[in-house]
């Protein structure tokens, strides 16, 4: 399993963008970069996933450095509702399991 | 609600009794996830199930922890004798088919939290 990097916790205000940096320098060539987030008191949810272009949808964009050692999950503007923790986590597609690390808690303040 | 549905919510338990979990996963999909949480740190793979099949253990998961999927459908978790050290959150999640086009993503319950005391 790749490692990942992710600072423990940053801090943004309301309606601010937010970029969410993530290490995984020894990603392996098949592996997707998923990012998922949990909510206080709540299960992990789905955030968004790529390989190597970048991707947007309706939560976020996920932006894949060119050698893909590195991404940036982008939220346009923070809500107080984003306020969680956010993992990055390489896996392959046929992967059987996600594997967590600590992740980023992200603080937004009004 | 059609999303991983968890039950018990909360169970306080004795140490040395058993407990057991339910997870119904989202319908048709075909995988099926436990996963272990405390506090301070991200989940922790248990045990992965594809259909019926146990595929993958963790180390994890000691004699003292049983999964099972008998019809591919629901999976129950069980713990039996009980210690301090198993107070945690259980996640159940579930995913889709990988042909799907949601086959990477992962869908999670909200969790069932046990303490032991």
Same mark, same amino acid.
């Given at each position: 399993?790749? $490692? &990942?990097?992710?600072? =423990?916790?940053?801090?943004?205000?309301?309606?601010?963008? !937010?970029?969410?940096?993530?290490?995984?320098? +020894?990603?392996?060539? +098949?592996?997707?970069?998923?990012?998922? *987030?949990?909510?206080?008191?709540? @299960?992990?949810?789905? !955030?968004?996933? @790529? %390989? &190597?272009? =970048? !991707? =947007?949808? *309706?939560?976020?964009?996920?932006?894949?450095?060119?050698?893909? $050692?590195?991404?940036? %999950?982008? %939220?346009? *503007?923070? &809500?107080?509702?984003?306020?969680? !923790?956010?993992?990055?986590?390489?896996?392959?597609?046929?992967?059987? $399991? %996600?594997v967590f690390g600590t992740g980023t808690r992200l603080l937004v303040s009004p | 609600d059609t999303g991983v549905s968890q039950d018990p919510r909360h169970k306080i338990t004795k140490r040395g009794q058993n407990v057991t979990f339910r997870c119904d996963p989202i319908s048709e999909h075909n995988r099926l996830y436990w996963y272990r949480q405390t506090l301070g740190q991200g989940p922790e793979f248990l045990t992965y199930f594809q259909n019926e099949a146990q595929l993958e253990k963790s180390r994890l998961l000691s004699d003292r922890f049983s999964a099972e999927r008998p019809k591919g459908s629901f999976s129950t978790l069980e713990i039996q004798r009980t210690e301090q050290g198993d107070s945690a959150m259980y996640l159940c999640a579930s995913s889709?088919?990988?042909?799907?086009? #949601?086959?990477?993503?992962?869908?999670?319950? #909200?969790?069932?939290?046990?303490?032991?005391?």
């Open positions: 399993d790749a $490692k &990942t990097t992710q600072p =423990n916790s940053m801090e943004s205000n309301e309606e601010e963008p !937010v970029h969410l940096p993530c290490n995984h320098s +020894t990603i392996s060539g +098949t592996d997707y970069i998923h990012w998922y *987030r949990q909510l206080p008191s709540q @299960g992990p949810e789905y !955030v968004i996933h @790529g %390989l &190597t272009s =970048n !991707v =947007n949808n *309706r939560m976020a964009s996920l932006a894949i450095a060119e050698d893909r $050692k590195s991404s940036t %999950l982008i %939220l346009h *503007r923070a &809500t107080l509702r984003d306020a969680a !923790v956010y993992y990055c986590i390489p896996g392959n597609t046929g992967f059987q $399991k %996600l | 889709p088919p990988q042909w799907r086009v #949601e086959g990477n993503t992962i869908y999670f319950g #909200e969790g069932s939290w046990l303490t032991v005391v």
